[in-house]
């Protein structure tokens, strides 16, 4: 999978994608309208390009409030997201990190953060991997701050497990797409206490690319 010739997806305004990205910047600004005054910490894992974090701040009113912090291994995936970020004068408070979106060491000296984006990612990983990917991930978002989330619905539908998974890890879910949605979004706010970090050099998940994993079905059906 070439992870750069993906985002030509958003080019069309009607796909699932793009539908997809219009529901996580509106998560994502609702987290910014209710935060409280100060600094609002957001880390982005497997940001791609940027484009649900900066389509939101291009314009929002808490804009200079964000300090950001986005990780894509892809390195023409990040000179776009950067090229952004400067463009929209963000340079300074975005910073664009060239590395494995999957460890620990890449957010740490940044989290917990009060916005974490885990978009795209939990359709590459394996089953078997997964419930461990949220817990882990999970772990970087503050009491109180809030883990926007993506999954398709393709059957069986994780949707619901991964919802199981982070309300019985102390969040309240506060938003989700309906089940004919292809593309979930959902919205989980910590309201437990807060829970240690996993170890800096811990990944975090195991990114197979769905691709991968849809042959490997294919081969097992």
């Not at 991964?162 to 989700?176: H, M, N, S």
Request: hydrophobic fraction near 45%.
């Amino acid at each position: 999978m070439d992870w750069h010739d993906w985002h030509r997806v958003y080019d069309d305004p009607d796909s699932v994608l793009a539908l997809r990205l219009r529901t996580v910047r509106a998560r994502i600004a609702e987290v910014l309208d209710v935060a409280p005054p100060g600094e609002i910490k957001a880390v982005s894992v497997c940001a791609g390009q940027g484009h649900d974090l900066l389509g939101v701040l291009a314009d929002h009113p808490r804009r200079a409030d964000v300090r950001a912090r986005l990780v894509e291994r892809d390195p023409r995936n990040t000179a776009a997201a950067r090229a952004a970020a400067e463009g929209l004068g963000l340079g300074g408070q975005v910073e664009v990190v060239t590395g494995d979106a999957a460890l620990v060491r890449n957010y740490a000296d940044v989290v917990p953060a009060a916005l974490v984006l885990l978009c795209g990612v939990l359709g590459n990983v394996a089953d078997e991997g997964m419930e461990d990917a949220v817990d882990r991930v999970s772990r970087l978002c503050a009491p109180g701050g809030t883990l926007v989330w993506t999954r398709n619905r393709k059957a069986p539908d994780r949707v619901p497990r991964v919802c199981a998974w982070l309300e019985a890890r102390g969040f309240t879910r506060e938003r989700l797409s309906t089940p004919d949605v292809r593309q979930a979004v959902a919205a989980h706010r910590r309201t437990g206490p807060a829970v240690p970090p996993p170890p800096p050099d811990a990944p975090m998940f195991r990114f197979v690319g769905y691709d991968v994993l849809a042959e490997r079905e294919e081969r097992a059906g």
